[in-house]
Nanobody
Framework: QVHLVESGGRLVQAGDSLRLSCANS????????LGWFRQAPGKGRELVGTISWNGGSTTYADSVKGRFTISRDNDQNTLYLQMNNLKPEDTATYYCAASSRSFTTGPYDFAYWGQGTRVSVSS
């Protein structure tokens, strides 16, 4: 069983950078596709980006492309989201998720979810 816990969310100013982490305390997720999602207040959950099992492939939402970078360390059983040039519209609760598929962008393919970490960006 994969057990995911996000950390790193906090209040920052527009233009700042922030790195989120997602640690897995369950069985290794080295063969799993992983992803970051976010949900802003009053809105639905949206895909931020995904990464393949070995980190060789990534995808990003257009809204974060060029600003956010997903990476993973399978030895440390940890997923990361580096966020640069943050904007107020990036304010949301960020969730990491794991899929038994080695690489996927479909939100319904992700069976394991963390509890979320809150990011607030002030203007």
């Amino acid at each position: 069983q994969v057990h995911l816990v996000e950390s790193g969310g906090r209040l920052v100013q527009a233009g700042d950078s922030l790195r989120l982490s997602c640690a897995n305390s369950g069985r290794t997720f080295s063969t799993y596709g992983l992803g970051w999602f976010r949900q802003a207040p009053g809105k639905g959950r949206e895909l931020v980006g995904t990464i393949s099992w070995n980190g060789g492939s990534t995808t990003y939402a257009d809204s974060v492309k060029g600003r956010f970078t997903i990476s993973r360390d399978n030895d440390q059983n940890t997923l990361y989201l580096q966020m640069n040039n943050l904007k107020p519209e990036d304010t949301a609760t960020y969730y990491c998720a794991a899929s038994s598929r080695s690489f996927t962008t479909g939100p319904y393919d992700f069976a394991y979810w963390g509890q979320g970490t809150r990011v607030s960006v002030s203007s």
